[in-house]
């Protein structure tokens, strides 16, 4: 068992423009370990996509307090790529396109990634494996070849990143927003390809905005993010209970001085 | 402009060059070159200084050594022809292309069993003895090379692979020139290997001369790894008759300072060539490389695509010119230049010429230099991927659409492991 532990997490960012720092993170505590499944959920700019950036090591986000532990180690401090070679692996909202690089030898190196560079994996293994997920996605052969992300619909990205997850098999998986843009089809496929990978050895946390996802891959816990911490943790039901309640409510019902980005009336009863 | 700088060259070095019994012909041209090297200037690419090279640095008196190492031997596997300096190591066509009259050999044979021809193409038609410094030198000093002459209608399979080594075991010099003919409606594949061997700190020109004559087609590759001591000087160039085609591919990843001259001339209506070329610069190397098409025939065709990638100190300059002469109405000339610096100190340069003298012509150009998208590497790495094999995987894919048109599987092949080895090589200097 492996476990990924987030304590006390600031975090900022730097605006590209003014420059100016502005705090997302205030304190983020997490604790997950492997075999099990958490749903992050949380109204828009309240910092899911920054604690998932976070976690992975992207070098555009400075954490200014707190910490992110694999099995009791800290993995401040090291690149995005250690990380990953850690046994992290997020699932990104926004997959880069890189022309001239096919998704097959793009994969292949990153199996290899992990292993010693006089025993890279056998091409036969590696295509039964890859012909073997491929299917259970519900994609074509010819996206093995086809250059990574380039041209792919928004669907086709989203199950790019599970094929790679499959593939990769990392101790723990970040799912950032994998249900934003997939029609109900598209997101069975997704989850029957997270749900294969269920096992002991794997854990995923999912962010989402929608209850709709956890109908497909269930969450042992729910966590909702606000204002830039989590405010509550609770089991499946918390999420049919802020379907029913917006997060509107759940703020309210906490008593929380938070802005909500998507809504017309500001925090406070009226406000400032 | 380059100013004429006065220059004393050895008169042994002429005589030092001579293949043995040399005839008249050969004689003249060689003096005749040699006369003009101190009035000619050299030759100009923009952006690169290359002044300081020791490119004229030649030895007057040579050691020669005879012996071929086993790795040589082992190389030219699957090479018809191949060469260590002056030594001809092998030479080697099939009966049944001898029986087509089919001829490769090396110049030194050449100009005594196919005298004839080769002094009805060699300087005459490709490359003038006089354009500049550095062709006079070619003509007048070169010593070895190899002669290509497919006659009419003779269509080969097969690529016709030459592998033509540098000795840089002693101080010597490296002069050498292949002349190809393509007769008449000819069709077949030619690459050119050209490596070095030892790190004695010696010039190489290299010259090509394609004649391609009318409705024939050529696929040449070249693919340069000279040595890291070595300066080179490298012209190839096409001559193209009616409905002849070139198609280039070129390699250029040599680990020393390069200047290099790739042209096409569509001398004839309805010739057509596609000039690709890949080229590394890596640690504190240099290399400028003009790349021209210049049509003069009706409905000529000549487009342009090179991609460069620079790590460490390199610099690297495409300059790529597109001449449209009067006369050449409905001609097309196009041409991309890009370049992608892996490193923040490199200096990356992609400069587009036209040169347009016509009105009914088709001519454009793109060209970019750029740096890494950091949102691509960050992705990469985010799968374990080192910095350096994403890096690689990044030039990779940036160099693909080159890559990919590369007509001769084997070719592509062996530069997609020579563009790794110097990636590798260039990330471990960085």
């Given amino acids: 068992m492996a476990t990924l532990q987030i304590k006390d997490l600031h975090v900022s960012v730097a605006d590209e423009e003014t420059k100016k720092t502005k705090e997302i993170l205030k304190g983020v505590n997490l604790t997950m370990n492997t075999g099990e499944t958490h749903a992050i959920m949380g109204p828009n700019g309240t910092g899911k996509s920054t604690l998932s950036e976070t976690i992975m090591g992207n070098p555009k986000y400075l954490v200014t307090q707190g910490d992110i532990m694999l099995d009791g180690t800290s993995l401040l401090g090291k690149p995005v790529d250690e990380r990953a070679r850690a046994g992290l692996f997020l699932a990104m909202q926004y997959p880069a396109e890189i022309k001239g690089i096919t998704n097959l030898e793009f994969m292949r190196a990153a199996v290899n990634a992990t292993r010693p560079d006089n025993d890279p994996i056998p091409i036969r293994t590696f295509l039964k494996e890859l012909d073997k997920n491929l299917e259970i996605l519900n994609m074509s052969d010819d996206m093995a070849e086809r250059y990574l992300n380039e041209g792919f619909s928004g669907g086709e990205k989203k199950r790019n990143e599970i094929l790679q997850l499959m593939t990769i098999k990392p101790k723990f998986a970040i799912l950032d927003e994998i249900d934003s843009g997939l029609d109900i089809d598209a997101l069975q496929v997704v989850a029957k390809g997270v749900n294969q990978m269920a096992s002991p050895n794997f854990g995923v946390l999912m962010i989402t905005h929608y209850q709709r996802l956890l109908n497909y891959i269930h969450p042992d816990q729910v966590h909702v993010m606000m204002g830039g911490k989590i405010v509550k943790t609770g089991n499946a039901s918390l999420a049919t209970e802020l379907e029913a309640t917006g997060y509107a409510g759940l703020r309210d019902e906490l008593g929380l001085d938070v802005d909500l980005v998507d809504e017309d009336v500001p925090a406070g009863n009226g406000g400032r | ?430």
């Fill in chain 2, 1 to 430: 402009m380059l100013k004429t700088m006065t220059l004393e060259l050895d008169p042994d070095l002429l005589k030092q060059a001579r293949f043995s019994n040399e005839p008249h012909w050969l004689k003249a041209l060689r003096e005749n070159a040699w006369k003009q090297i101190n009035s000619l200037e050299m030759p100009i690419f923009a952006k690169i200084n290359y002044h300081a090279w020791p490119l004229l640095d030649f030895v007057s008196h040579p050691v020669f050594n005879v012996t071929i190492p086993e790795s040589v031997w082992s190389e030219s596997n699957g090479y018809q022809f191949a060469s260590l300096g002056q030594l001809v190591v092998k030479t080697e066509l099939s009966e049944e292309l001898t029986a087509k009259g089919v001829i490769l050999c090396d110049m030194g044979t050449a100009i005594h069993q196919y005298g004839d021809l080769v002094h009805d193409f060699l300087f005459h038609q490709a490359v003038q003895i006089d354009e500049n410094r550095l062709t006079a030198v070619s003509a007048a000093l070169m010593n070895g090379g190899t002669f290509l002459y497919v006659p009419k209608n003779v269509e080969i399979d097969d690529p016709i692979n030459l592998l033509q080594i540098q000795d840089s075991r002693q101080p010597g010099n490296f002069v050498n020139h292949t002349l190809i003919v393509a007769g008449e409606n000819s069709q077949f594949q030619v690459l050119q290997r050209s490596s070095t061997l030892g790190d004695e700190p010696n010039a190489a020109h290299i010259m090509v001369e394609i004649v391609a004559q009318s409705g024939s087609r050529v696929k040449f590759s070249a693919l340069d790894s000279l040595g890291q001591t070595t300066h080179s000087y490298i012209n190839r160039r096409g001559y193209l008759e009616k409905d002849a085609r070139i198609d280039w591919t070129v390699g250029v990843l040599n680990d020393g300072n390069t200047i290099a001259d790739f042209d096409s001339n569509l001398v004839g209506s309805g010739s057509h060539t596609e000039m690709q070329t890949v080229a590394i610069s890596t640690d504190r190397q240099t290399q400028g490389i003009d790349t021209q098409v210049t049509n003069y025939g009706r409905h000529s065709e000549g487009n342009i695509l090179q991609r460069g990638i620079l790590l460490g100190r390199s610099a690297l300059v495409f300059n790529g010119i597109g001449k449209i002469i009067k006369g050449a109405h409905g001609a097309k000339a196009q041409q991309e230049n890009r370049v992608l610096m892996l490193s923040p100190k490199a200096r990356g340069d992609a400069n587009p010429i036209l040169l347009i003298d016509e009105n009914d012509v088709i001519a454009g150009h793109a060209a970019s230099v750029g740096r890494i998208n950091q949102d691509q590497m960050y992705y990469l790495m985010s799968r374990g991927l080192t910095k350096e094999v994403a890096q690689r995987l990044v030039a990779r894919g940036f160099l693909g659409v080159v890559l990919s048109d590369i007509p001769v599987p084997e070719v592509r092949q062996q530069m997609i492991s020579l563009i790794e080895r110097k990636l590798i090589n260039g990330q471990g200097t960085e």
